[in-house]
């Protein structure tokens, strides 16, 4: 079965925009979760929806916020972009909610540079 | 400051030898989960302990769980150019999943 699709794959942005970016996962998988990968921080989990509800959320700031679609796709938005922001942005999707011993796939990440 | 820590950061060896990654807490966790992340990919799953002490092995990987479910090693023999990526261990407990920040390997040919 196809796996987790992230579109786009490579983004640059100048500060002060906003950014949408997509999650497609896995035929069935009603979880995604989303994660911002930087070298200095490591994979830092920002948020997962479960079945359209946000079930839980990260330490992040307001300008990050996600939704989830009736067809499990989800989509991050970041607003008001910072040089900090840039990073590798992972989702992940599983048949059950993170955090429940369950495998968890992850799709090949958007690399956000912000300018 | 990271819930899990994870050493060495980063590993260069040689084609052939051995080698030990540690991912180290202080908090118990029900399961721990180790992963290797290649260049233009997103992490990829290899196992999950679940039980203290457990050993598992993966072919020339060998994954422990420590006795009080806080830390966990991971060992490769005999290490090959393609073992090389971002390993990664994550940590499960109360519904929620961290993880460490990697130890970067390098195995030359």
């Known amino acids: 079965k196809a796996g987790v699709t992230q579109t786009p794959r490579y983004l640059i942005k100048t500060r002060g925009q906003q950014v949408t970016l997509s999650c497609s996962p896995i035929s069935g998988h009603r979880s995604v979760s989303w994660y911002q990968q930087t070298p200095g921080q490591g994979l830092q989990f920002l948020f997962e929806?479960?079945?359209?509800?946000?079930?839980n959320k990260g330490n992040f700031p307001g300008r990050f916020s996600g939704r989830q679609f009736s067809n499990s796709r989800s989509e991050m938005n970041v607003s008001t972009l910072e040089l900090g922001d840039s990073a590798l942005y992972l989702c992940?999707?599983?048949?059950?909610?993170?955090?429940?011993?369950?495998?968890?796939?992850f799709g090949p990440g958007t690399r956000l540079t912000v300018l | 400051t990271q819930l899990l820590e994870q050493s060495p950061q980063f590993l260069s060896i040689q084609e052939g030898e051995n080698l030990t990654v540690y991912c180290n807490s202080s908090?118990?966790?029900?399961?721990l989960q180790w992963y290797r992340q290649e260049p233009g990919e997103g992490p990829v799953l290899l196992v999950t302990?679940?039980?203290?002490?457990e050993v598992k092995k993966l072919k020339r990987l060998t994954f422990q769980f420590g006795d009080a479910r806080k830390d966990s090693s991971l060992h490769i023999t005999a290490a090959q150019p393609g073992d090389t990526g971002l390993y990664l261990c994550?940590?499960?407990?109360?519904?929620?999943?961290?993880f460490g920040a990697g130890t970067r390997l390098t195995v030359k040919p």
């Open positions: 302990v679940v039980t203290g002490g």
């Open positions: 992940a999707s599983s048949l059950a909610p993170r955090g429940i011993t369950d495998t968890q796939y």
């Open positions: 908090s118990v966790f029900s399961s």
């Open positions: 994550a940590g499960v407990n109360n519904n929620d999943m961290r």
């Open positions: 929806y479960f079945s359209e509800t946000q079930r």
